[in-house]
């Protein structure tokens, strides 16, 4: 089994910046990646950003330029820099890690933007 423990998250206003950690224990050579969904209200699930085992980083579209995902590798451990927050990237942010044929979901944390 792979288990996360996420931090970060809370409220900021508009154009301010949070940052998300999320570190992974257990199976760990099993991981293909890491990364970020987010849940809006009322929304579905969306993939914010992840990166490969590889070192392949993805990002949604309406995140690239604002948010950064980075990771400490030694630490399996992942992070989530957004900068110039908006109000529509207010929503619950899980850390996402598949890892062989499964996926582990962390407890979601989350992230309020006021305008």
């Known amino acids: 089994q792979v288990q996360v423990v996420e931090s970060g998250g809370g409220l900021v206003q508009a154009g301010g910046s949070l940052r998300l950690s999320c570190s992974a224990s257990g199976r760990i050579f099993s991981i293909n990646a890491m990364g970020w969904y987010r849940q809006p209200p009322g929304k579905q699930r969306e993939l914010v950003a992840a990166?490969?085992?590889?070192?392949?980083?993805s990002y949604l579209d309406s995140v690239k330029g604002r948010f950064a995902i980075s990771r400490d590798s030694a630490k399996y451990t992942v992070y989530l820099q957004m900068n110039n927050l908006k109000p529509e990237d207010t929503a619950v942010y899980y850390c996402?890690?598949?890892?062989?044929?499964?996926?582990?979901w962390g407890q979601g944390t989350q992230v309020t933007v006021s305008s």
């Open positions: 996402y890690v598949p890892w062989a044929e499964n996926v582990t």
């Open positions: 990166i490969t085992t590889g070192g392949s980083i």
